[in-house]
């Protein structure tokens, strides 16, 4: 059974950066696709960006150009960097895991506990 930790939230002004951090076990993870999430307050969880286990990459359009999901397969972890980081990213972010690509990117694999990302200054 999947387990996935996040790390790596917390406090930064508008346009600052940040690194999520999303270390995973229970799998073989070099065959699985991962993903992050966010969910702000009183809105639905929705995808921000998702990685193959190929490394393909599949972003959201409020993340392109700002964020970079990556993945280390020696470590079982995935990074999501953030840059130029708006209010509107406020929200808590959720690492996912899935065997298939096509589930992480429905929503449908296994979930971290979140990490809460701030922007505000």
């Known amino acids: 059974q999947v387990r996935l930790v996040e790390s790596g939230g917390g406090l930064v002004q508008p346009g600052g950066s940040l690194r999520l951090s999303c270390a995973a076990s229970?799998?073989?993870?070099?065959?699985?696709?991962l993903g992050w999430y966010r969910q702000a307050p009183g809105m639905q969880r929705e995808l921000v960006a998702a990685?193959?286990?190929?490394?393909?990459?599949n972003y959201a359009d409020t993340a392109k150009g700002r964020f970079t999901i990556s993945r280390d397969n020696a470590l079982n972890t995935i990074y999501l960097q953030m840059n130029s980081l708006k209010a509107e990213d406020t929200a808590v972010y959720y690492c996912?895991?899935?065997?298939?690509?096509?589930?992480?990117?429905?929503?449908?694999?296994?979930w971290g506990q979140g990490t809460q990302v701030t922007v505000s200054s």
């Open positions: 996912t895991a899935a065997f298939m690509m096509a589930t992480v990117l429905r929503g449908s694999g296994g």
């Open positions: 229970g799998i073989i993870f070099s065959r699985y696709a």
């Open positions: 990685i193959s286990s190929g490394g393909t990459t």
